[in-house]
């Protein structure tokens, strides 16, 4: 059986699929194939923001850590989604804890290549800005939706 | 006037919500259909709409799973068994399972589809949302064609409903997944909008039947997020609640725009409802 290469992986990626061929190829010239044992950090609060994740397989859940409580859970992120916007601005820091919680596969794209790559390709860099920029903005109307607290009672009957 | 109905079984589902199991007392069990709802009356407190949480296809009692947010479900959800309730309807549309059914030409129009036995279901359900689903589910695991997805929100793990229902509909061979806004320390399944579950889904979004129960800011956020994933909004059911009185518009409580929706509703299809909830009260 043949195996996948890894710009095929990339490709199938939501947040990549339909980009052109070249554009895939960029990515994956940056990436590499990695996995995570259940509770290993795949990012660690205030270290070097360096990586982009593309989740294959697995979930991960995104934690912030606090004295004398388990760390809290903001939101877990499964097969499709990525993990990691913090290798696109400076100070290209993790603002969060990103821990797996099974066996999770993940395309891991290298932030600096690929923001080098976006710089020399303007058309590059600006498509795969929209697609991140779009998953920024569904996590943030999420999390907007969430802080409605929408299954709170709210019957009188 | 209601009909006597009697409490003949009583289940806790969470700290505050409660599925009760009515039987008529002098009467066959009238026939209804998935998504419908009845007016349940505790008496000498009120009435109020509680949807069928129990399939159809099930002869036995039917069951009503209602959370206690006020006097009236307060009296209902306190009803021991042999307790005596008031029972009206069934009222209201159905979430229209049969159009899902091999060979149904109107189900084929209505929804676009060649071949409406074989197209994926995903039904969407917040909170206590997923009661109004609950007699769907129950069939639609049972069903030989398509693949079924279950997305289901609640705030918290302790809130969520249905545990063994859902158990049993995944080894049904449904894709049952459930996320919280809140997870308790032992909690490790998601953490997130319900929408979330929708983006690893792997339903055809072109052969797609969505039904979606909740809270009505999660409905429209779930229809624009399969919208997103290309289901056609022609194929996405939403239940709609206002405040159901009588059940047999006349009243006019249950007004939304042209509709009233314990006759025109619960279930209504997104294509005619977006507009609607696009509007603002006055």
């Not at chain 2, 007004?255 to 299809?269: E, I, M």
Request: glycine share 12%; with cysteine.
């Amino acid at each position: 059986m043949r195996q996948t290469t890894l710009p095929e992986l990339v490709a199938r990626h939501p947040l990549l699929s339909g980009l052109p061929g070249d554009a895939v190829e960029h990515v994956a010239g940056c990436a590499r194939n990695m996995s995570f044992p259940a509770g290993r950090l795949l990012q660690r609060e205030g270290d070097p923001a360096d990586t982009l994740y593309l989740l294959r397989r697995g979930r991960v859940r995104i934690e912030v850590h606090a004295p004398g409580r388990p760390p809290a859970v903001i939101e877990t992120v499964g097969p499709g989604h990525i993990v990691g916007w913090s290798w696109l601005f400076p100070p290209f820091q993790w603002r969060f804890d990103a821990r797996a919680v099974d066996g999770v596969g993940a395309i891991a794209i290298d932030g600096a290549c690929l923001r080098a790559k976006a710089q020399e390709q303007p058309a590059f860099g600006y498509a795969l800005l929209q697609r991140v920029a779009a998953l920024l903005f569904d996590r943030l109307v999420a999390s907007r939706v969430r802080l409605l607290d929408l299954y709170a009672t709210d019957g009188r009957a | 006037m209601p009909s006597p109905y009697r409490v003949v079984g009583r289940r806790a589902e969470t700290a505050d919500v409660v599925t009760l199991a009515l039987e008529p007392l002098a009467e066959p069990r009238p026939p209804f259909r998935h998504g419908q709802f009845h007016m349940l009356t505790a008496f000498g407190v009120g009435e109020v709409a509680i949807s069928v949480s129990s399939p159809p296809t099930d002869g036995g009692p039917i069951e009503h799973t209602v959370r206690d947010v006020g006097p009236v479900t307060h009296a209902l959800c306190s009803s021991e068994s042999g307790t005596v309730l008031g029972v009206r309807g069934p009222f209201g549309t159905d979430w229209g399972l049969e159009d899902l059914h091999e060979g149904s030409d109107v189900g084929a129009l209505r929804l676009g589809l060649e071949h409406p036995a074989e197209a994926d279901v995903v039904v969407v359900a917040g909170g206590i949302g997923l009661a109004p689903l609950r007699g769907a589910l129950c069939d639609l695991a049972r069903r030989p064609g398509g693949r079924l997805f279950v997305a289901v929100g609640a705030r918290s793990p302790d809130q969520v409903i249905y545990g063994p229902d859902l158990e049993a509909w995944a080894r049904a061979g449904a894709s049952v997944d459930v996320t919280v806004d809140v997870p308790s320390a032992d909690w490790d399944g998601p953490v997130g909008l319900v929408t979330m579950l929708l983006t690893g889904a792997t339903f055809d979004a072109g052969r797609t039947v969505a039904l979606v129960c909740g809270p009505e800011v999660m409905m429209r956020f779930a229809a624009g997020t399969l919208i997103d994933r290309g289901v056609d909004p022609r194929r996405i059911r939403v239940s709609l609640e206002r405040n159901m009185q009588c059940g047999v518009a006349q009243c006019g409580h249950c007004q939304l725009g042209p509709l009233l929706l314990c006759r025109d509703g619960p279930v209504v299809p997104y294509a005619a409802a977006s507009q609607l909830l696009q509007e603002r009260e006055r």
